[in-house]
């Protein structure tokens, strides 16, 4: 018998037992493959026991009691999933997630997704509307997606199977690539741009790195199965990929103080997640954030309009002044600009 055919049967054996399995029921149950010499066949057993452990089938073997025998038995609270239990207006909005992730042309684990879509639409019956979304890549250029979709397939990888990579990288901070030898810990999409988060060896410690500016990937294939790293268990990706333009690290981390009146002052923990939100008047609310991209921050405040104004630092006011002087003159030139045409 075929490795694969057995690796098959075996695990067949194991789920459709309702008590442990023996080492004698098991050689039994494979003669051809577990026969001969107790030394090989229990090496045999040994190395395709390893395998199943790999693929993270859920195998122990028990010591028996009163109640059960000796053997092999599977864990299948850890096997199996549990229900999902969603309503079908939640999943349409999870399918229309999953298909707009699909539709980007560039999103790790393709396949597996599309598995996952398949099963849902089959779930949901003809109560699920076919969604036509699309979720754009805001750091990729025309043309490159088929390139950054194959470093993502392989990154997806190494994270999964905890393997170093080699990378070309261009950082916006420096004029010429630099080459990095990284442990990649686990990739994010914020805004339309992927991120891949990870311990770098040549600055000695975590860094994030835009996997559009990723020049050239090479993953270790030394020893495909045995880890190259283990992830701190502290590690969060939320602490390292910015949700929002001002949590982007350009610079050292300062608290901005912001003023939001009207309509804005009821919405302020939403537009400011993370924020200390202070009472300052009826109808007012003083927020307080820390910011590490002050141009991010003051973006998006002007975009809020006048309802939302900083207090301080006087940094942040400064670059506001400047920014909102920027685009007055930018209106002013396109009005004369009309008035002469």
């Given at each position: 018998?075929?490795?694969?055919e057995?690796?098959l049967?075996?695990?067949?054996?194991l789920?459709?037992?309702r008590?442990?399995?023996?080492?004698a029921?098991?050689?039994?149950h494979?003669?051809?493959?577990y026969?001969?010499?107790?030394?090989?066949?229990e090496?045999?057993?040994?190395?395709?026991?390893?395998?199943?452990?790999?693929?993270?089938f859920?195998l122990t073997?028990?010591?028996?009691d009163?109640?059960?025998?000796d053997?092999y038995i599977?864990?299948r609270?850890a096997y199996?999933?549990?229900?999902?239990?969603?309503t079908k207006e939640?999943?349409?909005v999870?399918?229309?997630?999953?298909?707009?992730?699909?539709a980007?042309?560039a999103f790790p684990?393709?396949?597996d997704l599309?598995h996952?879509l398949r099963?849902i639409g089959f779930f949901?019956g003809?109560?699920?509307?076919?969604p036509?979304?699309?979720m754009?890549?805001?750091g990729v250029q025309e043309g490159?997606?088929k390139e950054?979709?194959a470093r993502?397939?392989q990154?997806?990888?190494a994270?999964a199977?905890?393997?170093?990579?080699?990378?070309?990288?261009?950082?916006p901070k420096?004029?010429s690539?630099?080459?990095?030898?990284?442990?990649?810990y686990?990739?994010?999409?914020?805004?339309?741009v992927?991120t891949?988060?990870g311990?770098?060896?040549?600055r000695g410690?975590?860094r994030t790195?835009h996997?559009?500016r990723?020049?050239?990937l090479?993953?270790?294939?030394?020893r495909?199965r045995?880890?190259?790293f283990q992830?701190p268990?502290?590690?969060?990706?939320?602490?390292h990929?910015?949700y929002?333009p001002w949590?982007?690290?350009f610079?050292e981390r300062?608290?901005?103080v912001l003023?939001?009146?009207g309509?804005?002052a009821?919405?302020?923990?939403?537009?400011?997640?993370?924020?200390?939100?202070?009472p300052?008047?009826e109808?007012v609310v003083?927020?307080?954030?820390p910011?590490?991209f002050v141009?991010g921050l003051?973006?998006?405040?002007?975009a809020?309009g006048?309802?939302c104004?900083v207090?301080?630092?006087e940094?942040?006011?400064?670059?506001?002044?400047?920014m909102?002087?920027?685009?007055?003159?930018r209106?002013?030139?396109?009005?004369?600009d009309?008035v002469s045409?």
């Amino acid at each position: 018998m075929e490795r694969t055919e057995r690796i098959l049967d075996l695990v067949a054996l194991l789920l459709d037992a309702r008590e442990p399995i023996s080492w004698a029921e098991l050689r039994e149950h494979f003669p051809a493959d577990y026969g001969g010499s107790d030394d090989a066949a229990e090496r045999k057993f040994e190395r395709d026991k390893a395998e199943l452990v790999e693929l993270g089938f859920p195998l122990t073997y028990v010591q028996g009691d009163d109640e059960r025998r000796d053997g092999y038995i599977v864990d299948r609270d850890a096997y199996y999933l549990p229900e999902a239990d969603l309503t079908k207006e939640e999943l349409a909005v999870l399918y229309a997630a999953g298909s707009a992730a699909l539709a980007s042309g560039a999103f790790p684990g393709r396949d597996d997704l599309a598995h996952a879509l398949r099963k849902i639409g089959f779930f949901a019956g003809e109560s699920l509307p076919t969604p036509r979304v699309r979720m754009e890549l805001g750091g990729v250029q025309e043309g490159e997606e088929k390139e950054v979709s194959a470093r993502l397939e392989q990154l997806w990888e190494a994270c999964a199977s905890r393997k170093w990579v080699d990378i070309t990288y261009a950082s916006p901070k420096h004029p010429s690539t630099t080459q990095r030898k990284v442990d990649p810990y686990g990739l994010a999409l914020r805004r339309g741009v992927w991120t891949l988060v990870g311990h770098c060896h040549l600055r000695g410690g975590l860094r994030t790195f835009h996997v559009h500016r990723v020049r050239e990937l090479k993953v270790n294939t030394a020893r495909p199965r045995t880890p190259d790293f283990q992830v701190p268990q502290d590690f969060s990706l939320d602490a390292h990929v910015a949700y929002f333009p001002w949590q982007h690290r350009f610079h050292e981390r300062m608290e901005v103080v912001l003023r939001l009146s009207g309509t804005l002052a009821s919405r302020a923990g939403g537009l400011f997640p993370g924020a200390t939100l202070e009472p300052a008047e009826e109808g007012v609310v003083r927020a307080r954030l820390p910011v590490t991209f002050v141009d991010g921050l003051v973006r998006f405040c002007l975009a809020l309009g006048p309802d939302c104004r900083v207090e301080g630092p006087e940094r942040a006011q400064q670059r506001l002044r400047e920014m909102a002087s920027r685009i007055v003159e930018r209106h002013t030139d396109d009005t004369q600009d009309e008035v002469s045409a």
